[in-house]
């Protein structure tokens, strides 16, 4: 048996109630075989087996009061995955489906998204099964701060810096640097996605959306094709689905349609953004207002049948396997010539494989998506100097990272004779730099 698969058999083993963190690992290990037979210093130092496992997952109760009184509980996770290159770095995620297994596959996920930005930031995630969907102001911030006050002993700007996922946005931020500030007495860089008025970076809010249209750009522009007059199917209408959007019509995209987990709308005349925000951003309500307000738009229960609406380039913005076999057969059907994923594993392993089949221009997570932390990298790095930079000067740098990543991806495809498989390229150029460092470090 190759080293590879008796990895993969322990895992399996391991991990067996995980299946999204065996997904995540399984695509990952597959892809690095030919690296890993070609150079015996990583089986003989344990690399793979020292990656897979977190090196700590901290689990806590988080008790707090509702607005009628009664006491909740929920399971808090911080999962400190790999400090290879430096402090561990990820979001954190409130929805009630998080469990373990979710934030281990995150956080496997951070570790090579992390190395590929080129900044000097390891792998970490973590979150909570709190809904904060239909939660007052105040509930969220009773939350927020109960939180915190098991998290704040596990983190710090030299440690581990969390930042926002799903279910975490700005207020979620502002609650969590709050409570850490109150118990600690440090005003100091400890989370990214901060508000502009206590540290925060001008472009962080943009900075995933955007850099996932600056990497499909790269990799659909090698081939001749342009956004100018592309049609775009976006699923999720959150964070990374709006500024994927807004970035998508500046580069002259129509976008068709956009989605929450209820159901997706259709704008054959082009998604209207302001509406959009004022929808999610502003009032916090279903996608489906949108068809109230907008008379050229149609509103659709269910949102995997997104995927059935013909176009040009797919963004998958909004959850892990959203985009399964179904979704990616009719994409093929239609025509569709390039997805980005914007949201960290929206693809099965199926639909993934007839993507490559297919010759379809694939850009998976762990490089499309990493403009987001690569922008909190950069955050950091303007609290430590207590500086600010201007939007451009940021957003020129998370271009600069978003090409870089383009280029090191497809270099490292076709170095292993996988051209224009992005899939094994992520991989292998965000596993080198991750696995020589923990070479040097010996066996930690
Ligand atoms: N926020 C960030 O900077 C980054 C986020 N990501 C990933 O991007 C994805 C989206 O995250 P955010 O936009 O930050 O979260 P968000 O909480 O702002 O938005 C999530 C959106 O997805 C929708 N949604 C949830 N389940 C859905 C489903 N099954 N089908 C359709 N829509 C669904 C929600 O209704 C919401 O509109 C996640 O996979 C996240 O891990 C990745 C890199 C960075
Ligand atoms: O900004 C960050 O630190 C983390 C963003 C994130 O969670 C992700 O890239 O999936």
């Not at 068709?256 to 082009?270: F, R, T």
């Not at 949201?343 to 762990?366: C, D, H, R, S, V």
């Not at 430590?384 to 090409?403: C, G, H, T």
């Amino acid at each position: 048996m190759s080293y590879v698969s008796e990895i993969l058999e322990n895992l399996q083993k391991k991990n067996a109630h995980e299946p999204e963190f065996l997904q995540a690992t399984h695509e990952v290990l597959e892809s690095l075989e030919p690296l890993i037979n070609s150079n015996p210093a990583y089986e003989k130092n344990g690399i793979l087996e020292r990656l897979v496992e977190p090196e700590r997952a901290i689990m806590f109760r988080v008790p707090w009061v509702d607005d009628a009184g009664k006491v909740q509980v929920n399971r808090g996770f911080r999962v400190q995955f790999s400090s290879a290159i430096g402090v561990y770095k990820g979001g954190l995620r409130f929805h009630p489906s998080v469990y373990l297994g979710i934030i281990k596959f995150l956080g496997f996920e951070q570790i090579f998204k992390n190395s590929l930005t080129g900044t000097p930031i390891g792998g970490g995630k973590g979150g909570c099964d709190f809904d904060p969907k239909g939660k007052s102001d105040g509930e969220v911030m009773r939350f927020c701060q109960s939180f915190m006050t098991e998290l704040y002993r596990h983190i710090g700007p030299e440690v581990d810096i969390p930042a926002g996922d799903i279910g975490v946005g700005g207020r979620e931020i502002g609650y969590l640097y709050g409570q850490y500030k109150r118990i600690t007495g440090r005003y100091e860089g400890v989370l990214t996605g901060k508000g502009l008025t206590f540290g925060g970076s001008l472009g962080r809010t943009e900075a995933t959306g955007y850099g996932l249209i600056y990497l499909v750009n790269e990799m659909i522009a090698a081939k001749g094709k342009s956004f100018e007059g592309a049609k775009v199917v976006i699923s999720g209408s959150g964070n990374v689905a709006t500024y994927a959007a807004e970035k998508a019509m500046a580069y002259g995209a129509k976008v068709l349609a956009m989605s929450d987990s209820n159901g997706y709308v259709y704008d054959p005349e082009g998604i209207k953004l302001d509406v959009v925000k004022q929808i999610k951003e502003v009032e916090r309500k279903r996608i489906k207002e949108y068809a109230e307000r907008v008379p050229s738009a149609a509103y659709h229960e269910g949102c995997r049948e997104i995927w059935t609406i013909p176009c040009d380039i797919a963004l998958p913005c909004a959850t892990q396997n959203e985009l399964d076999e179904m979704g990616a057969k009719e994409l093929i059907k239609n025509g569709c010539y390039a997805v980005g994923e914007g949201a960290n594993m929206p693809t099965t392993l199926e639909a993934t494989k007839l993507f490559l089949e297919n010759k379809i221009l694939f850009a998976p997570g762990k490089a499309a998506n990493a403009g987001g932390v690569a922008v909190s990298a950069l955050e950091s790095s303007q609290n430590s100097m207590r500086m600010s930079w201007s939007f451009e000067e940021v957003d020129a740098q998370l271009k600069n990272i978003m090409i870089n990543i383009y280029k090191n991806i497809s270099s490292a495809a076709a170095e292993f004779n996988a051209e224009d498989n992005f899939v094994t390229g992520a991989n292998i150029a965000g596993f080198k730099k991750v696995a020589d460092a923990m070479l040097a470090q010996g066996i930690v």
